[in-house]
């Protein structure tokens, strides 16, 4: 390719050189033109009797004698090649010429069109290239085929005969109506292990009910449930996975209660990857760095954790934001990018006894 530019290059400066000098000998006296071109003919006449052959002529020097060609009777001139050669070269200029001013094919859509043809199909899975042309034709007023649609959409492999979504997909579309469950282990200082169990809201990230016991069962994950979900809730699912402690029996009441029980598959945690990630998250940041001493210690530490996970500690996947936000957010508060504004300070609260602190801004004593 650069060989390729820079041969191009050259025979673009050759060209415009010999322009030049046709330029000035379009100048000099008639008779001067005249003795001097015998005088080039006498020695070419010298190599063609001697039988010489020239070198093989490059791009420029061909593109220059079928442009000199035009301006005088030239086969008497002609000796470097046969004129059968010369005639080829001025027929394949025009044909490159041609080639060039037809330009098949269609002209390309815009690309900031073409973007958006991408940006549909990523954030509409279920669509195809007609209903796309049909949205752009309907909502935007622009006219395009399907097949150009089809043409520029991205390329996905394939989940079925119907295009299904994925697992994660349907569970963002059920979010705000879907709740998680699972107990994690941890083991005080005496050496005793005590089941952890928590309930997350999906929508939000919220974790709505947390508790510890030395012995579950499945009464008790009942219970806990009732505690943790309110009548008249607008949930529809609830995701556990296959533990024996989730009895046939709990499954029926937890569906009297108007929840309908999904299944996580065979040693497969990723089904209910958003609990195990609120279990990582508990451990790095809160667990992992102290040991209980007794129950009750526990599940202080357990709450106090669990209020700051939800009041304040920021979650990327939510924008980054909180569960429950509280009123007068920073944004609201700040207009300045980089410096804080006149009459206010940030002030700080530990949390956990110092291992996290939650820090915000006031307005400073007059």
């Known amino acids: 390719m650069i060989t390729h530019i820079m041969d191009t290059a050259k025979a673009i400066i050759q060209l415009v050189v010999d322009f030049f000098r046709l330029l000035c000998l379009m100048l000099r006296p008639r008779g001067t033109l005249a003795a001097e071109n015998l005088f080039l003919r006498k020695q070419l006449a010298f190599y063609r009797e001697r039988n010489i052959r020239p070198r093989r002529l490059d791009a420029a020097t061909r593109l220059a004698l079928v442009g000199l060609s035009k301006l005088f009777n030239w086969e008497d001139a002609l000796v470097v090649v046969q004129p059968r050669t010369l005639v080829r070269w001025h027929r394949e200029g025009f044909r490159l010429l041609w080639r060039w001013k037809s330009k098949p094919g269609r002209l390309p859509i815009p690309e900031e069109l073409r973007s958006l043809?991408?940006?549909?199909?990523?954030?509409?899975?279920?669509?195809?290239?007609?209903?796309?042309?049909?949205?752009?034709?309907?909502?935007?007023?622009?006219?395009?085929?399907?097949?150009?649609?089809?043409?520029?959409?991205?390329?996905?492999?394939?989940?079925?005969?119907?295009?299904?979504?994925?697992?994660?997909?349907?569970?963002?579309?059920?979010?705000?109506?879907?709740?998680?469950?699972?107990?994690?282990?941890?083991?005080?200082?005496?050496?005793?292990?005590?089941?952890?169990?928590?309930?997350?809201?999906?929508?939000?990230?919220?974790?709505?009910?947390?508790?510890?016991?030395?012995h579950p069962t499945a009464e008790w994950t009942l219970q806990q449930l009732r505690e943790a979900i309110p009548c008249g809730h607008g949930y529809r699912f609830l995701i556990h996975d296959r533990h024996g402690v989730f009895s046939q029996a709990l499954d029926r009441s937890i569906e009297n209660m108007g929840l309908r029980v999904l299944k996580t598959p065979y040693r497969s945690p990723q089904a209910n990857s958003l609990c195990e990630r609120a279990i990582?998250?508990?451990?790095?940041?809160?667990?992992?760095?102290?040991?209980?001493?007794?129950?009750?210690?526990?599940?202080?530490?357990?709450?106090?954790?669990?209020?700051?996970?939800?009041?304040?500690?920021?979650?990327?996947?939510?924008?980054?934001?909180?569960?429950?936000?509280?009123?007068?957010?920073?944004?609201?508060?700040?207009?300045?990018?980089?410096?804080?504004?006149?009459?206010?300070?940030?002030?700080?609260?530990?949390?956990?006894?110092?291992?996290?602190?939650?820090?915000?801004?006031?307005?400073?004593?007059?």
């Open 117 to 214: 043809i991408r940006r549909m199909a990523w954030e509409n899975p279920t669509w195809g290239e007609e209903r796309i042309a049909n949205e752009l034709l309907l909502k935007l007023g622009i006219r395009v085929s399907p097949r150009t649609v089809q043409k520029y959409m991205p390329k996905r492999p394939s989940r079925g005969p119907r295009g299904d979504q994925s697992w994660s997909t349907l569970l963002r579309n059920h979010a705000e109506a879907v709740l998680a469950c699972d107990f994690f282990v941890v083991v005080t200082a005496m050496f005793r292990v005590f089941y952890v169990f928590i309930v997350l809201e999906h929508g939000p990230r919220r974790i709505l009910y947390c508790n510890a016991t030395d």
């Open 280 to 366: 990582g998250t508990m451990r790095r940041e809160c667990l992992d760095h102290m040991i209980p001493l007794t129950e009750k210690h526990l599940r202080r530490n357990l709450k106090e954790w669990v209020a700051y996970c939800n009041r304040t500690r920021p979650h990327s996947a939510l924008g980054p934001g909180v569960p429950e936000p509280p009123r007068g957010s920073p944004a609201q508060l700040q207009h300045h990018q980089h410096r804080i504004g006149a009459g206010r300070k940030v002030i700080s609260r530990p949390v956990l006894n110092g291992l996290h602190h939650e820090y915000g801004l006031t307005r400073c004593a007059a």
